[in-house]
């Protein structure tokens, strides 16, 4: 997959490096995933299509990230060359729990 512009850039860098955090500040109970990002037109705002295994820690994984969405900012600034850092806001993804939802209702 050929990366075109600089949002596109931007996109993929901002859901690397979220993950780092993540990975790096959460704790260890339930696993959270940034599934992709999309910058608004203008790119001045950033939505984090976020999912969170087991299922059932969901709400306690979002509340983790929008409590640090600060940090991550100040994160996402000292390793992203870009002139500014878009405002972030997290989306809970449920596209994994609805495939798997399929995937047994075929199996039956």
């Known amino acids: 997959m050929a990366i075109r512009n600089h949002n596109e850039k ?3 860098a901002i859901a690397r ?3 780092v955090f993540f990975e790096r500040e959460g704790n260890r109970q ?3 995933t ?3 990002v999309v910058l ?3 790119g001045n705002g950033a ?3 976020i999912s969170v295994f087991p299922v059932d820690k969901e709400k306690a994984g979002l509340d983790f990230v929008r409590r640090n969405l600060g940090e991550l900012r100040r994160h996402l600034r000292e390793r992203i060359q870009s002139r500014a850092i878009p405002s972030l806001r997290i989306m809970a993804d449920h596209g ?3 495939r798997e939802d399929i995937n047994r209702l075929l199996l039956e």
Request: proline content about 0%; glycine content about 0%.
């Open 96 to 98: 994994e729990q609805a």
């Open 34 to 36: 940034v599934t992709h």
């Open 17 to 19: 490096e979220a993950a």
């Open 30 to 32: 339930a696993l959270i």
């Open 10 to 12: 931007l996109e993929v």
């Open 40 to 42: 608004t037109k203008r």
């Open 47 to 49: 939505t984090l299509f």
